[in-house]
């Protein structure tokens, strides 16, 4: 899969060069010159694809293990709605975005991290330690009745199982393992923050992709389809059904995103405006930039949020293990009183 900065740096010279009037052919030619030589291949075998009479969306979903299922989604609207120009331009801009604000997630979350681990660690020493110098204490230094070699490799075999599972779980989460996304979406949905994060760059994705359609005469019932698919949200597309019986009804947009029950009255209400105006496709446009700087703004909120969070485990954890070394001790203490 292409990385964030190849990503955007792909989406920015295909904007730019389609803005100006370059043939993709030509485009994609110069792209074999770039980048490293899986990028140059991908590229030459996307030229090729196009060359024998394919779509560049259909060129993208052969080599769906390079480029990304978003950027296939967007480029299939995009092409539906003749404004590729247009969608590049927005999708450097998002992968842009999307690079910085996970730099900025890992940089605040790193030392947290860091302290935890050496916090899970010094636990471990203190079992290992004291159960080496005072085997038959009675005194239970770390707190958790542990002690010696046999005690450490039990708190270490116990530490690792805890890290292998939550590990696993988060990577088939992110890899939607079962097609966990359509469980777990609609809860996730609804955290404050993260949740905020998700609603906003799904609404910027769905205003951007139904713009290009309406600009381009495409039927309402494949636009509305095509923009509900464009979220990548499952929460979101589990609306698209009852959207599109309301639009196959004659209904307007706004109603039909009301009918789906998963968007935002905010968002409903401001394309049942553009709507009444007369300029939706200029309303879409407009909320496409509002939704996807609030998500960024909710992104790094995540950030502050996640760090924090685990400073609060380090200190619960350190306050726990001294309460409970303290007790111990003075439990110790009243055994020699008479």
């Known amino acids: 899969m292409m990385k964030l900065k190849a990503l ?72 539906l709605g003749g404004r590729m120009d247009g969608m590049f331009a927005y999708m450097a801009n998002y992968y842009e975005q999307l690079k910085v604000s996970r730099a900025t997630f890992i940089s605040r979350i790193t030392w947290p991290l860091i302290q935890l681990v050496m916090a899970v660690g010094i636990i471990g020493l203190v079992i290992l330690i004291q159960g080496i110098l005072s085997p038959n204490s009675g005194y239970d ?47 996730v949905q609804r955290i404050p923050t993260l949740g905020t994060a998700l609603v906003t760059l799904g609404l910027s994705r769905l205003s951007m992709t139904l713009s290009m359609l309406l600009n381009a005469g495409v039927e309402a019932r494949r636009s509305v389809k095509q923009a509900f698919l464009a979220t990548g949200n499952y929460y979101f597309i589990g609306g698209m059904d009852r959207a599109i019986a309301e639009v196959e009804r004659g209904a307007s ?43 960024q703004a909710a992104l790094n909120t995540i950030a502050h949020v996640t760090s924090f969070t685990i400073w609060l485990g380090i200190l619960v954890l350190m306050a726990f293990m001294i309460i409970r070394m303290a007790m111990q001790y003075i439990n110790m203490l009243n055994s020699f009183l008479p």
């Open 8 to 79: 955007a740096s792909f989406c920015r010279r295909m904007g730019v060069g389609l803005r100006a009037g370059v043939d993709i052919l030509r485009l994609l030619e110069s792209e074999q010159r770039m980048g490293n030589a899986r990028h140059q291949a991908a590229m030459q075998q996307l030229n090729d694809s196009i060359r024998a009479g394919n779509t560049l969306a259909k060129g993208m979903l052969d080599q769906k293990k390079y480029f990304p299922p978003l950027l296939i989604q967007m480029v299939h609207a995009s092409e």
């Open 141 to 187: 230094a770390s707190g958790v009745g542990l002690s010696g070699v046999g005690g450490f490799v039990t708190y270490c075999i116990a530490v690792s199982s805890v890290a292998f599972i939550l590990s696993v779980s988060t990577f088939g989460i992110w890899k939607n393992w079962f097609n966990c996304h359509r469980v777990l979406m609609p809860i």
């Open 253 to 295: 947009f706004g109603d039909a995103f009301a009918a789906s029950k998963v968007l935002p009255q905010e968002f409903v209400e401001t394309v049942q405006l553009g709507e009444l105006s007369g300029t939706e496709t200029e309303s879409l446009d407009h909320l496409a930039l509002d939704y996807q700087q609030r998500s």
